[in-house]
């Protein structure tokens, strides 16, 4: 197996729009969490959501702009960025070696619910003709290969909260194993659509709104939690073998080492503890490494009851003694819960910490939960927390686990 | 009385954010960003803004004033006369 390289990322999220910018606002707790200003928000129970300030006439061509569903058009913005950053790590490219792999929960959610409006909420039959091509959710990955003239697999993969784990996951091993040279990989997730901001809320599952300040709404592993607050955004990465940076001198932000898989094969929503162990081991054994190997995780911490006790669970079986000393970040607390962004998200921001040596802040962390124990550095952030070894934990309905090992790249 | 053009020229000016520069009658579809795929949209839209419905025989315009002579067409033959009060484009439909 080969090293493999981050060369490239491109972001657009709750908490900006590039990595310098995200990475300092996490860096200083910041929250994107908003109350959600739409009309359709007098319907909501709690209108809350972390949303990315984008817009498609901005970046994009008014013909291709009409054919983006929101997912597409995040997905685009975060991988021409990607590319962008990566010091033309495309140049000399044998294109049909070079893939893109993208993960989303919901796909072009917004685009379905708007065909749905017409036909049942109008009582019309004038469904728009490009419903399908923005609704369908490999639409984003075919634009970025598109775009980029990408010739190799163009993958999609939706296991809800842990796809875009997954997708990176995925083109980590065509790129080590050698089948590609390059990978395009990331997620992207615009699920605030009326019919999926409901759906959600049916389920019991989302935060109540803080009544003195919205934005710390979401409390992962505080006894006070509430629930999740969905987001909007996308990352992706550009993934190419490490030889192949080095010897082109692009800039390099980390490193995948290995990605473990698992199935809880229990129920259709409650996490287990054993599923996510699976998850963790799995990903160790892949990356070659034993647990004593990583020095920082980046949760799932979703700021349910049920994920945070569960996972808390998890990192102690795996870890045993040593867990309570391993920095332990949930961003979601800042950037809300991008589904199956989320992994990919998450994967970027645990790069730049490694890169910066320090652990990001669990923010709003304000009542300690005794049924979780660890040090999941509380409301600021951490410096001189030199990890070269990170954990970045994705945990899904479905009981689809995935965990990326990622390396600081040194 | 605005004509069959301008009111497709409202359209395209409001979807493709065209300049009245590149707004002209001989200016082909394709330059203007919008291929066969993008030209199934325009006709839906042109539905909604004209009132028309569209003919399921395949036809093939090139150009914005191919476009209208199309829409003139339809609107007599649906309405007795065309949409927008105007003059009555020549049609230059191609049958494919």
């Known amino acids: ?410 | 009385m605005t004509t069959t053009y301008e009111r497709l020229g409202a359209i395209l000016s409001r979807d493709y954010k065209l300049t009245p520069e590149q707004l002209t009658r001989d200016a082909p579809l394709e330059g203007l960003g919008i291929d066969s795929l993008g030209l199934v949209e325009l006709l839906w839209n042109v539905e909604e803004e004209f009132k028309i419905t569209l003919g399921t025989e395949p036809v093939e315009l090139l150009t914005v004033g191919d476009v209208v002579g199309y829409i003139d067409a339809l609107s007599t033959k649906q309405t007795g006369a065309p949409k927008a009060g105007g003059r009555t484009e020549a049609a230059s439909l191609r049958v494919t």
């Open chain 1, 1 to 410: 197996m080969r090293r493999v390289a981050v060369s490239g990322i491109g972001v657009a999220s709750p908490l900006g729009n590039s990595a310098a910018e995200v990475f300092a606002r996490a860096r200083a707790g910041r929250s994107g969490i908003r109350r959600l200003d739409i009309p359709f928000a007098s319907r909501l129970v709690a209108p809350l959501a972390a949303t990315t300030q984008l817009d498609a006439e901005e970046h994009f061509e008014p013909a291709q702009a009409r054919m983006l569903d929101r997912f597409s058009l995040l997905a685009l913005f975060a991988a021409n960025q990607a590319v962008d950053d990566s010091c033309r790590a495309l140049s000399g490219l044998e294109r049909e070696r070079a893939g893109v792999f993208v993960g989303s929960g919901m796909g072009g959610t917004l685009t379905m619910d708007g065909g749905y409006k017409t036909l049942y909420g109008d009582g019309s039959d004038r469904i728009k003709p490009f419903t399908i091509l923005m609704g369908m959710h490999n639409a984003a990955a075919a634009w970025i290969g598109m775009a980029h003239d990408l010739r190799g697999p163009n993958m999609t993969y939706s296991t809800a909260c842990s796809s875009s784990a997954v997708a990176i996951g995925e083109a980590w091993l065509r790129v080590a194993s050698g089948q590609l040279e390059l990978a395009l990989a990331g997620g992207a997730e615009a699920p605030l659509s009326a019919g999926s901001l409901k759906a959600w809320e049916a389920l019991h599952t989302l935060a109540a709104i803080d009544a003195d300040d919205a934005s710390t709404s979401c409390r992962p592993f505080s006894k006070n939690r509430s629930g999740m607050v969905l987001g909007e955004g996308a990352a992706m990465l550009v993934l190419e073998p490490w030889d192949r940076a080095v010897a082109r001198g692009a800039v390099i932000h980390g490193e995948i080492l290995g990605c473990g898989l698992s199935n809880d094969a229990s129920h259709i929503t409650r996490p287990s503890v054993q599923g996510q162990v699976a998850a963790i081991r799995a990903a160790l054994r892949s990356a070659g490494m034993e647990p004593q190997a990583v020095q920082a995780i980046n949760a799932h911490g979703t700021g349910t009851h049920a994920n945070d006790c569960t996972e808390t669970a998890a990192i102690a079986e795996v870890f045993g003694e040593r867990a309570g000393r391993i920095p332990i970040s949930a961003t979601k607390a800042m950037h809300g819960h991008l589904l199956g962004a989320a992994g990919a998200l998450e994967c970027v921001l645990s790069l730049l910490a490694m890169k910066h040596e320090l652990a990001l802040p669990t923010m709003h962390l304000q009542v300690p939960d005794p049924e979780c124990h660890l040090d999941y550095v509380p409301n600021t952030a951490r410096e001189r927390v030199p990890a070269r070894t990170m954990l970045s934990n994705s945990f899904a309905f479905g009981g689809a686990n995935a965990v990326l090992v990622l390396g600081a790249g040194v």
